[in-house]
Every structure is written in C-alpha cells, then in structure tokens.
C-alpha cells in the first residue's frame, strides 16, 4: 500500500530555514502529483506548494513564493519541501500528499489527493 512518512520539522527563529522531507513507499512519487498543504489552529487547510516531477511543474501559493521551494529525489523516492526566510506566519502543521493515477494537475484542492503523510509540526519564533 501507498504510504508517506514525513520528518524535518521543529522550532525555528524568524528568518531561519527548514527543510521538510516525505518519504514515499508503494508508489513512484516521480510520476504522480505531489504536494504541500499546512493548517494553522483555528484555520483551513491551504495549499503551499505541488509539483508533477517528470514534467518539471511546480507551483505555489502567493504566501510562500520567493522563499519555498518544492523538489524531490528520484533515487530516494522523496519528496522535500525548502522553507527559507521563515516567518512566525508560516507556523503550522505541514502535510505531504500525493495524488492518484487520474490526476494529471497540480490542484489547491486538498480534496483532490488521494494520500497523506502524518504532517508535522513547523513553529517559527519571533
């Protein structure tokens, strides 16, 4: 079955980075949609950042451009997401998610994955 495990978060001072990682096992994340997704307390779950890796599309929200960025590593089957220039704003519970075979678009729609990794918890001090 199709599992994603992630790792990478922590407290972080402002300006700081971090580096988020989701390992994917039962499925090659390379031909599929990926994507990032975070919830803040007492907020909806928005979309951050996706990307089709085999045709070299990413994406994100307006929030995070200039300062993440989505990649992935074909050999270790993983996903990564680079926080740079971090913002107390950025504080949240990141979540790594994965599309199934019909999807052939990056989507914001978490309702659009089929697959989700345990998320993780980003805290960025002032």
Request: proline content about 2%; hydrophobic content about 35%.
């Amino acid at each position: 079955q199709v599992q994603l495990v992630q790792s990478g978060g922590g407290l972080v001072q402002a300006g700081g980075s971090l580096r988020l990682s989701c390992a994917v096992s039962g499925r090659a994340f390379s031909s599929y949609v990926m994507a990032w997704f975070r919830q803040a307390p007492g907020k909806e779950r928005e979309f951050v950042a996706g990307m089709r890796w085999s045709v070299g599309s990413t994406y994100y929200a307006d929030s995070v451009k200039g300062r993440f960025t989505i990649s992935g590593d074909n050999a270790e089957n993983t996903a990564y997401l680079q926080m740079n220039s971090l913002k107390p704003e950025d504080t949240s519970v990141y979540y790594c998610a994965l599309g199934d075979h019909r999807m052939v678009l990056v989507a914001r729609s978490e309702n659009a994955y089929a697959y989700w990794g345990q998320g993780t918890q980003v805290t960025v001090s002032s």
